[in-house]
């Protein structure tokens, strides 16, 4: 066992991680961002000129900023040790998956292997090849991400071949030294110079020819096979006769690549093993483009014709075979008939419902809830008062949902359903708030809910089909629009289910009794939306239905940072053929937001905290309590002197800090729909304002119940740890007491940039612990308050005067940040 080692500068080693021919990782510390990272130390002795090349090589590395690779965080010396600092990935590598697992399904192979390609592309188009790309060289993360590690640094080691460049296989994981030792030896019946890993080492490389991509495209297709296969292509216990084999001999795939697997993956692998590297795939893009096109083939979709009837009812054939869609079909029918008639009575529909004790609960739920406070809802505690203050329509609506929702439930694919379920709701909801017209709302509701009826009964009782109408519609995440291309939903169900999800609903509908006006409503209109408010009715609410429908498939799709932005852009599209202002359609859709929340709830919708379907329930536009606004951060103004001037050599350009801001709002958003630690997301919130706007200093102070005071809890920076303690902020001051500016800010909820503390009016509000200790002359202050009390606060600062400017992007993206904050203690 290895024994631990001395720190390496400010990095303390806290276990090992792995050990290479001439590399140890450590997983460390890093005290001055507060995080875990991978840390790699040289453990044999190397001249002067290989180790700067090395670092050469690790610095430029570094550069490399792709959701499939592990970056270098630094590279140097220290004490005569050379190390490099990666990102610490807390997963397994592909080795041991499969080691693990064997073989991997096709599908799952090919899709591992554009996302490793992906991060090789970005790397060529870098100037970077790898050169020892291997399973143990590739970590795969919380979420699955294959990320490729180990970039390139091997082959810089040692130019005097006097020993291996081993790379260490596993930021997080496990290594296997005689897995991962590369040959660099040189003598007079062996190759020279040869950079790489025996089973891995392209034709090329083995005769020591300088570094290309295509030697990492031969080295992937020796992976992808070995994924299928289960079993290595070119392992052999010695190393040199495995490098003759790669010389000498074609690599060809075994004959079982599993029964996934076809001639036309065969011959994409063939391609990639080519001995010679012109018959091989040029780059990691085109190899890329060719496994992706194998996974999403182009899609031919079928024209309907005569045969939908008879594709029509051989899948309702299918869909009456399972026992509850007879039963939902009929109280959906029942349900629709009496809310039309004009004929049944309130006791009638009140009966009918009755007769579902299920129903009937969470139909009384509904009605409670705050969005029915207008029709009396609270204390209504029978099914007939609930029908006679909020009406046939709405009843109806409620009921239906129920019904659909009631089905679902104890299925093998519930989350999924729960999800579509959701999203439709969204939809009706987000419809019935952009309705103009009163009497219409209801209708609207519905409408629009059926639009997406076909997918939603795919979901429930089709489902194999539904997820292949999902990858054709969302296919994996590929470089460049050739790979993978999508295929709209109407094609993508036409060609999977033979008639069109629209054409599935509208069949059910007749069957079902729905009336011809609502039928014609559930057909969503093509094309671009109108420039002219739309007249008709029945045009009106069909645009209105394909609005909805869009706005809810983006948030559920999108990354909540840019939810807001998009739907915006989406409103301008839709405003004026629905007569509604593009600022309207968002205070809309929050709107339904907050009633689908009320219904999910009342329903007993319970989702996991990694659950899509979380961003249907999640705020789309900054929350009104939000103080952080620009016009009360420009308070005080900046004034250009000479100590500023002196620093803009040195400043983050407003392009790099919006970029690194949002890079850390998506991976707080990614870990906050996980389950997480508090401490952890609001490290993050820290260290990405610390990094995107170059702060000296950055600290977290939390209110102590037993105090009233805002205390310094921990922070980031500059002599953070002595300065940190130092924060205590009242809430409450003696009568006739002036409160510092802290305590006043803090209080009353605004948000507030200081350009130059030195400045007597701001000095004299400045508490005596501040003047004296943190000398800081330009700072930022957020407070965080729930229901209105203050009980967070988070502190930034630089040294000169002046130097803390913010623009309007940077403002936003602060104030995403700060509301990332405050949902994370929401949800503790």
Known sequence: MNAMPPAVGRFRPLRSLGQGAQAQVWLAHDPRLDREVALKVLTKAADRASVDAWLHEARAVSRLTHPNIVPVFEADMEGGQAYMVFEFVAGGTLAERMRQRGRLPAREAVGMMLGILDGLHAAHQAGVVHRDLKPTNVMLDAQGRPRVMDFGIAGRLSASGSGGAGSVGGVGGATSAGATAAITEGSASRPNRIVGTPGYISPEAARGEPASPVMDVFAAAVMLTEMLSGQRLNYDPDPWRAVRRVLQQNLDPPADLGADSDDALRAVLLRGLSRDAAHRWPDAKAFHDALAAWLHPAAQVPAVGD??????????????????????????????????????????????????????????????????????????????????????????????????????????????????????????????????????????????????????????????????????????????????????????????????????????????????????????????????LIEHATDRMRWLGRASNDVADLILHSD???????????????????????????????????????????????????????????????????????????????????????????????????????????????????????????????????????????????????????TGRFGLGDGVEAVVPLFKVPLRVMPGVAADLFTAVCTKGVDTLIADASQPRIAERLPQWFLSSAKAHSFLVLPMALRGAPFAMIYADKAEPGSVVLDEKQLSLLRTLRNQAVMAFKQI
């Open 560 to 710: 909540p940072a840019e939810a807001h932005a998009k739907v915006r852009a989406m409103a301008q599209r839709y405003a004026r053929a629905l007569g509604v202002e593009a600022k309207a359609f968002e205070n809309a859709a929050d709107q339904a937001r907050q009633r689908l929340t009320q219904l999910a709830q009342a329903m007993d919708i319970q989702l996991p905290k990694n659950s899509p379907a979380q961003r249907l329930l999640a705020p789309l536009a900054p929350s009104p309590e939000d103080s952080l606004a620009p016009h009360q951060l420009q308070a005080t103004v900046v004034v250009a002197n000479e100590g500023v001037a002196g620093l803009a050599a040195n400043a983050i350009s407003p392009e790099q800090a919006a970029a690194t801001l949002a890079a850390g709002i998506q991976d707080i958003t990614n870990a906050m729909v996980e389950s997480f630690k508090l401490n952890e997301i609001l490290r993050m919130i820290l260290e990405t304002m610390y990094r995107g706007l170059g702060f000296r200093r950055v600290i977290f102070c939390l209110r102590d119940p037993k105090t009233e005071m805002l």
């Open 307 to 532: 045969g939908g009837n008879a594709t029509l009812e051989f899948l309702l054939r299918r869909m009456r075979h399972r026992t509850d869609f007879p039963a939902m079909a009929d109280s959906v029918t029942r349900i629709q008939r009496m809310t039309q008639s004009e004929n049944e009575s309130l006791t009638t529909l009140s009966n009918e419902i009755l007769k579902d004790v299920a129903l009937t609960n969470k139909l009384l739920r509904l009605v409670n809830t705050v969005q029915f406070s207008h029709a009396g809802g609270g204390h209504i505690s029978t099914v007939s008062r609930a029908v006679a203050l909020v009406g046939f329509g709405g009843i109806r609506n409620l009921a239906l949902s129920l019904v659909l929702l009631e089905r679902m439930e104890n299925k093998q694919h519930a989350q999924r359903l729960k999800e579509e379920f959701l999203r439709s709701l969204m939809a009706g909801s987000l419809s019935r708030e952009l309705c103009l017209v009163p009497r219409e709302n209801e209708e609207s509701f519905l409408a629009t809910m059926f639009q997406g009826l076909g997918r939603l009964l795919s979901e429930f009782y089709l489902p194999e089909e539904a997820q292949q109408v999902r990858r054709l519609v969302r296919p994996e995440r590929g470089m460049g629009e050739q790979a993978a291309p999508p295929v709209n939903e109407a094609a993508a169900s036409a060609q999977v289910l033979g008639l069109s999800y629209e054409d599935l609903a509208l069949g059910v509908a007749r069957q079902w009794g729905f009336p011809d006006s609502l039928q014609r409503s559930m057909r969503r209109p093509d094309g671009d939306a109108p420039i002219r």
